[in-house]
T-cell receptor, first 117, second 111 residues
Framework: DSGVTQTPKHLITATGQRVTLRCSPRSGDLSVYWYQQSLDQGLQFLIQYYNGEERAKGNILERFSAQQFPDLHSELNLSSLELGDSALYFC????????????????FGPGTRLLVL | DAKTTQPPSMDCAEGRAANLPCNHSTISGNEYVYWYRQIHSQGPQYIIHGLKNNETNEMASLIITEDRKSSTLILPHATLRDTAVYYCIGGYGGSQGNLIFGKGTKLSVKP
């Protein structure tokens, strides 16, 4: 158990819909990262937040957005869903003492499996 | 793009040592080498990391060559539960902090 929790574990929805994925980092961790894992793309970094502020962006679509709240939990919002958005979505957290995340071990949650029909 | 190269698959007999190689000839001097594994579709699990020196923890040992161009992850006594995809990751993509995953090595531990 990494200490990172994600809800829900599974999500089935239809194209065009909007969903919210939730992540609670390990106690004391300030940085949260979101990754997407699809069959054809492997694990791809989406976005990082540090202490409530966006720190880095990866291959995140404009239809996707995220935020980190004052209690440090984070939400990933996926809208106008398409079939290709079906994937595993992982959240990770790290201590974030530097704010940059350099050479900081990231601990991953169990993921949310999203299926868009 | 990932900065590391790994064999796509390896087999290991249960109880024997599993030695997983990784080439990371392009990582910079201050970038660490991290190893994670992913069992089936679970979240990636941190194993070990190192910069220059060899490292050991309760899960594995990491041997880094002196020129830092390659490393080997050693699972001393592989069990069936060690069957997973193992990812070697060089650095953290600079100041961004994100991990750049390659395709990893699928390790199959056989009885």
């Amino acid at each position: 158990d990494s200490g990172v929790t994600q809800t829900p574990k599974h999500l089935i929805t239809a194209t065009g819909q909007r969903v919210t994925l939730r992540c609670s980092p390990r106690s004391g961790d300030l940085s949260v990262y979101w990754y997407q894992q699809s069959l054809d793309q492997g694990l791809q970094f989406l976005i990082q937040y540090y202490n409530g502020e966006e720190r880095a962006k990866g291959n995140i679509l404009e239809r996707f957005s995220a935020q980190q709240f004052p209690d440090l939990h984070s939400e990933l919002n996926l809208s106008s869903l398409e079939l290709g958005d079906s994937a595993l979505y992982f959240c990770a957290s790290s201590v974030g003492t530097s704010g940059r995340g350099d050479q900081e071990t990231q601990y991953f949650g169990p993921g949310t499996r999203l299926l868009v029909l | 793009d990932a900065k590391t190269t790994q064999p796509p698959s390896m087999d290991c007999a249960e109880g024997r040592a599993a030695n997983l190689p990784c080439n990371h000839s392009t990582i910079s001097g201050n970038e660490y080498v991290y190893w994670y594994r992913q069992i089936h579709s679970q979240g990636p699990q941190y194993i070990i990391h190192g910069l220059k020196n060899n490292e050991t923890n309760e899960m594995a040992s990491l041997i880094i060559t002196e020129d830092r161009k390659s490393s080997t992850l050693i699972l001393p006594h592989a069990t069936l539960r060690d069957t997973a995809v193992y990812y070697c990751i060089g650095g953290y993509g600079g100041s961004q902090g994100n991990l750049i995953f390659g395709k990893g090595t699928k390790l199959s531990v056989k009885p």
